[in-house]
């Protein structure tokens, strides 16, 4: 069975750091990208970060350019999300997914149990 599990999310003050991990298992890792998403209460899921199953390329959505880096180790099958500078805004669950393309994740059927991340003033 395909599983992802994200973990590694905590209280923070901001302008801390923190670095969450999505292990992955069940399917070929080295062949889909993955994707970190987030959701705020009474926000809609919104697309954090995205890495290509070859590690070659990598998405950031605005807010995040500067301040985040997604990495990943496929000895370890595992993605991780550095988040630096973070601020109260950052403050969600995250989320973890997976896609043959980082254009197609969005629509996975693959996620992981949400880690949440809580930035405090």
């Known amino acids: 069975d395909v599983q992802l599990q994200a973990f590694g999310g905590g209280l923070v003050r901001a302008g801390g750091s923190l670095r969450l991990s999505c292990a992955a298992s069940?399917?070929?890792?080295?062949?889909?990208?993955i994707g970190w998403f987030r959701q705020a209460p009474g926000k809609e899921r919104e697309e954090v970060a995205c890495?290509?199953?070859?590690?070659?390329?990598?998405y950031y959505a605005d807010p995040m350019k500067g301040r985040f880096t997604i990495s990943s180790d496929n000895a370890k099958n595992t993605v991780y999300l550095q988040m630096n500078s973070l601020k109260r805004e950052d403050t969600a669950v995250y989320y973890c997914?997976?896609?043959?393309?980082?254009?197609?994740?969005?629509?996975?059927?693959?996620w992981g149990r949400g880690t949440q991340v809580t930035v405090s003033s």
């Open positions: 997914a997976l896609g043959w393309a980082c254009t197609v994740v969005a629509g996975s059927d693959y």
């Open positions: 069940g399917y070929p890792f080295d062949d889909y990208a």
């Open positions: 890495i290509s199953s070859s590690g070659g390329s990598t």
